[in-house]
């Protein structure tokens, strides 16, 4: 089977940094992903990660490691924004579409 | 405007009455996919297209159909609704590199 762990739920402080983890186990691997969701709204992609390495996008890096079936989400000076759910994917088609998501990290911002 | 637009976003039918999710996007894209969203269980894959008159099954195929007659449109159909298809449906595209560009969802409660 195809399975990807991350915690369910992740609290943190305005101004913090916070990681959300992601490992996975999947019959085929093309790339990780990223998407936001806030409460309500449709998931909207952050990032992709095809090969090994820490890839940045303003407050936001994301990092693989193929030879550990792992990744990251890394969130920088967290804002109350930042308040969502937060889904890694393994692109399994080659397609950068065809998708296998994790179930969700809900990261709380607080004051 | 790029978007991916779903009808009805809100439905509440009963079973066995067929029903049609639309799907359209404008950017052109060659992938488009159907999601469903649990509590829980994160986004899980009903079928995906990789182009017009190629269609596969993802994770959960059982009781829905689609086709892909033309490049832009994705419909989702249920012939004969239980109330376990009661849930949250996102459409998506992809053109590749840009990662998968979700409608606002559509929320279909089946009694």
């Known amino acids: 089977g195809q399975s990807l762990e991350q915690p369910s739920e992740v609290t943190a402080v305005e101004g913090a940094i916070v990681q959300i983890n992601c490992t996975y186990q999947t019959s085929g691997f093309y790339g990780l992903s990223w998407y936001q969701q806030h409460d309500g709204g449709a998931p909207t992609f952050l990032s992709y990660?095809?090969?090994?390495g820490l890839e940045e996008t303003g407050r936001f890096s994301s990092f693989l490691s193929r030879s550990d079936s792992y990744g990251y989400l890394l969130l920088q000076e967290l804002q109350m924004k930042d308040s969502a759910s937060y889904f890694c994917?393994?692109?399994?088609?080659?397609?950068?579409?065809?998708?296998?998501f994790g179930k969700g990290t809900k990261l709380s911002v607080k004051p | 405007e790029a978007q991916v637009t779903q009808n009805p976003r809100y439905l509440i039918t009963v079973t066995g009455k067929k029903l049609t999710v639309t799907c359209s996007q404008n950017?052109?894209?060659?992938?488009m996919s159907w999601y469903r969203q649990d509590p829980g269980l994160g986004l899980r894959q009903i079928y995906y297209?990789?182009?017009?008159?190629?269609?596969d099954k993802g994770d959960v195929p059982e009781g829905y159909k689609v086709s892909r007659k033309e490049k832009r449109n994705f419909p989702l159909i249920l012939e004969s609704p239980s109330p376990n298809q009661t849930s949250l449906y996102f459409c998506?595209?992809?053109?590749?590199?840009?990662?998968?560009?979700f409608g606002e969802g559509s929320r279909l409660t089946v009694l």
């Open positions: 950017m052109n894209h060659e992938y």
């Open positions: 998506a595209s992809s053109f590749g590199g840009s990662g998968l560009f």
């Open positions: 994917a393994v692109e399994i088609g080659g397609s950068q579409g065809n998708l296998i």
């Open positions: 990660n095809a090969l090994d």
């Open positions: 297209s990789m182009n017009v008159e190629v269609t």
